[in-house]
């Protein structure tokens, strides 16, 4: 059976696959996302097809590749680049259906790790600090200068609080945090271990010193920090995204940091990826943007790949998927 992988991975990942005897591997070989044309071509005739969240996997792609793709495993626990009516559609068409992997789970730690780190980042103005000492801004001690927000005796808010959203508050909680908030769809009983107060998501857009957002790419979701949302928070609040992009309009948020609506913003997720060099927001000191690197230590993303190609390879065989999206 032919597979084809849409960037190059190496580690456990690769070996699997090309040690299985089941299939014969074909790969972009780049770190660099294949041009939509190159994924059209390469897609044709395969078995199965191992992608990233930067592939867009709708209808075009799904004739491009035809009826004997039998599995899509993505290298990601968002699943939002999948466009899942169609795959629905085309279940419909075909008796065997397309089975999708992901791989969810294995990225929870470091995820939460990042969005922390970020947090502190951007409250305590460390790069812009990093810059004030290279530039020779840093000229002797002052009294209020580089000043930020500390999380001690803080109140933070989480929304979605799911594994990642879990995983950050146990490891805020050491900081001293003195109430930790979280809005959803529904009370979650496992926040009984963080101390964590379920509350309307209006209460915990007033009441939080920092709101972290930790939840799911929805329809529901998308587009939900905006103007409104940023007005009901304190001007004294840092706002850090780690989930997905389009869950915030970042036209709105450059107005509500440009203006002091609120303090700070640190955003490990954007749209479009990569955020173009002209952006609005990278021209605030106040909003810190990383690369989309919340997974990004190489336990997790050697972890990512073997899981990814283990669904690969179930999905072609028609055994149990470590980690199969029902859908």
Excluded at 84 to 92: A, G, I, P, T
Excluded at 234 to 255: D, H, M, P
Excluded at 277 to 305: E, F, K, W
């Amino acid at each position: 059976m032919k597979v084809f992988l849409t960037r190059r991975i190496s580690g456990e990942g690769i070996k699997i696959l090309q040690t299985s005897g089941v299939c014969e591997v074909s790969m972009w070989d780049s770190d660099e996302p294949l041009p939509r044309a190159e994924l059209l071509k390469r897609v044709q005739g395969v078995d199965g097809l191992l992608c990233l969240l930067s592939d867009k996997i709708d209808a075009e792609v799904l004739d491009a590749a035809g009826p004997k793709l039998k599995v899509i495993s993505t290298l990601s626990v968002g699943y939002d680049h999948l466009v899942m009516e169609e795959l629905k559609c085309l279940y419909c068409l075909f008796i065997s259906g397309i089975r999708v992997g992901y791989t969810p789970d294995v990225l929870t730690d470091a995820t939460a790790e990042l969005t922390v780190a970020l947090l502190l980042a951007t409250a305590r103005r460390l790069p812009e600090g990093i810059e004030e000492v290279k530039n020779g801004g840093w000229s002797s001690w002052k009294p209020l200068w580089m000043c930020g927000y500390g999380l001690s005796g803080s109140t933070v808010g989480i929304v979605g609080l799911g594994r990642i959203g879990m995983a950050i508050a146990r490891r805020l909680l050491p900081f001293g945090v003195q109430r930790l908030l979280y809005s959803g769809r529904t009370a979650k009983a496992e926040a009984a271990e963080v101390k964590g107060e379920f509350v309307p998501l209006d209460t915990l857009l007033a009441e939080s010193d920092f709101i972290v957002i930790s939840c799911s790419l929805t329809p529901e979701t998308q587009g939900m920090c905006n103007k409104e949302f940023f007005s009901k928070m304190k001007n004294t609040a840092v706002f850090v995204n780690s989930s997905r992009g389009a869950v915030v309009n970042q036209e709105e948020l450059y107005q509500a940091l440009a203006t002091g609506q609120i303090a700070a913003a640190g955003l490990d997720v954007t749209t479009p990826e990569p955020l173009p060099t002209d952006h609005p927001l990278l021209t605030l000191q106040n909003c810190v943007v990383l690369p989309h690197v919340g997974s990004a230590t190489y336990s997790t993303r050697g972890i990512m790949m073997g899981l990814a190609a283990r669904n690969l390879l179930a999905g072609l065989q028609g055994t149990a998927m470590p980690s199969e999206l029902h859908y």
